[in-house]
C-alpha cells in the first residue's frame, strides 16, 4: 500500500514538471519536452510532435463517466485544480453523478467538484443501463452545444466574490468589501461591518 502511494506521488510530480517545466524524453533533439498548452498553444496536434493525454485533460471538454474520483487520485484531482487555475482556460469538464430511482445527495466529491468549477450532472433511472444510456444522450447534447472549444472565464458567484474577499490581504480586502458587498451585506453574514454598510 504504501508501495503504492510512493509510485502515486511519483507520477503526480512527473505530471507538475510536464505542466509547469519540462520532463526529460528520450529520443528528443532537446532532450527535454514541456506541456505546450502552458504558453497557450491549443493547437498543440497541428504544430507539435510530442505531446500527453494531460494536454487533451488541459485543453478539451472532458466528460466522466463511472469514476468515483476518489481523493487517493490525486494526479487528476491536481490536475482539476490546475485547469481552473490556468491563464488560458478552455474546455469545460462534466462529471455525471449516476443514481438509481432518486436523485443522490451531495457527497463530497460533488461539493469539491462543484467548488473547482465542474459541472455536476445528476442522472437518475431505474436501472444502470438505462442511466448510461441517459448519460451517453447527454454526452451526445453537450458535444452539439459545445463543438469547439472557447476561452471563458469561470462565473463568479456571490459566494466565489466572498472567498476572494476573504484571502485577499487585509488593505486589499478592505477595497473589494466596499466595492463586492454593495448589497450583499444584509444577505451574507461577516460583510457586515466591512464596508458593506
Known amino acids: 500500500m504504501v508501495l503504492g502511494f510512493y509510485h502515486y506521488a511519483g507520477y503526480?510530480?512527473?505530471?507538475?514538471?510536464?505542466?509547469?517545466?519540462?520532463?526529460e524524453v528520450k529520443g528528443q533533439p532537446h532532450g527535454r519536452v514541456g506541456?505546450?498548452?502552458?504558453?497557450?498553444?491549443?493547437?498543440?496536434?497541428?504544430?507539435?510532435?510530442?505531446?500527453?493525454?494531460?494536454?487533451y485533460f488541459l485543453?478539451?471538454?472532458?466528460?466522466?463517466?463511472?469514476?468515483?474520483?476518489?481523493?487517493?487520485?490525486?494526479?487528476?484531482?491536481?490536475l482539476?485544480?490546475?485547469?481552473r487555475r490556468r491563464r488560458h482556460q478552455t474546455g469545460?469538464?462534466?462529471?455525471?453523478?449516476?443514481?438509481?430511482?432518486?436523485?443522490?445527495?451531495?457527497t463530497p466529491v460533488t461539493s469539491l467538484l462543484g467548488s473547482l468549477n465542474v459541472n455536476v450532472v445528476?442522472?437518475?433511472?431505474?436501472?444502470y443501463h438505462d442511466c448510461y444510456l441517459k448519460v451517453a444522450d447527454l454526452i451526445e447534447r453537450q458535444i452539439a452545444f459545445f463543438p469547439g472549444l472557447h476561452l471563458f472565464r469561470p462565473v463568479m458567484t456571490k459566494a466565489s466574490r466572498v472567498r476572494r474577499w476573504w484571502k485577499a490581504?487585509?488593505?486589499?480586502?478592505?477595497?473589494?468589501?466596499?466595492?463586492?458587498?454593495?448589497?450583499?451585506?444584509?444577505k451574507i453574514p461577516g460583510l457586515v461591518g466591512h464596508g458593506a454598510g
Open 80 to 83: 482539476l485544480l490546475h485547469k
Open 92 to 106: 469545460q469538464f462534466f462529471y455525471y453523478h449516476v443514481s438509481l430511482d432518486i436523485e443522490a445527495s451531495e
Open 12 to 23: 503526480l510530480q512527473k505530471i507538475r514538471n510536464y505542466v509547469t517545466y519540462s520532463v
Open 35 to 55: 506541456s505546450p498548452v502552458k504558453g497557450g498553444n491549443l493547437d498543440f496536434t497541428e504544430n507539435r510532435s510530442v505531446y500527453s493525454w494531460v494536454d
Open 169 to 186: 490581504p487585509a488593505l486589499r480586502r478592505a477595497r473589494l468589501s466596499f466595492r463586492d458587498a454593495k448589497g450583499l451585506g444584509e
Open 122 to 127: 445528476p442522472v437518475v433511472a431505474g436501472t
Open 59 to 78: 485543453r478539451d471538454h472532458i466528460h466522466i463517466v463511472g469514476l468515483g474520483l476518489d481523493f487517493t487520485e490525486i494526479d487528476l484531482w491536481w
